[in-house]
């Protein structure tokens, strides 16, 4: 069983940066895992942000964090990260780390059968 903590969160100024880092706390890889990071605002669905798909190392993004947010694994540490530049308010949420053996396309919540428990990152204007 896969099981993931995040890391990272915080209060941050809008223009400012943070990284969330997702580690495995089972002492289990998850190198062979499709992986993804999530966000959920109160009142709304959690949505897709970023994933990284563990085959090639394929990064996909959504519209909203595109040339800001940064996703990447570092294999040796078993770790998942998201650099965050450029942090806007309407970037505030918890956010959430997913993994998955294969997830056919990768931007959907359903697909993904292991999650963390969060890590809130609110943004001020």
């Known amino acids: 069983q896969v099981q993931l903590v995040e890391s990272g969160g915080g209060l941050v100024q809008a223009g400012g940066s943070l990284r969330l880092s997702c580690a495995e706390a089972?002492?289990?890889?998850?190198?062979?895992?499709?992986m993804a990071w999530f966000r959920q605002a109160p009142g709304k669905d959690r949505e897709f942000v970023a994933g990284?798909?563990?085959?090639?190392?394929?990064?996909f993004y959504s519209d909203s964090v595109k040339g800001r947010f940064t996703i990447s694994r570092d294999r040796t540490k078993n770790t998942l990260d998201l650099q965050m530049n450029g942090l806007k308010p309407e970037d505030t949420a918890v956010y959430y780390c997913?993994?998955?053996?294969?997830?056919?396309?990768?931007?959907?919540?359903?697909?993904?059968?292991?999650w963390g428990q969060g890590t809130q990152v609110t943004v001020s204007s």
């Open positions: 997913a993994a998955e053996k294969w997830a056919a396309d990768g931007r959907k919540a359903t697909e993904y059968d292991y």
């Open positions: 089972s002492g289990r890889t998850f190198s062979s895992y499709d």
């Open positions: 990284i798909r563990w085959t090639d190392e394929f990064t």
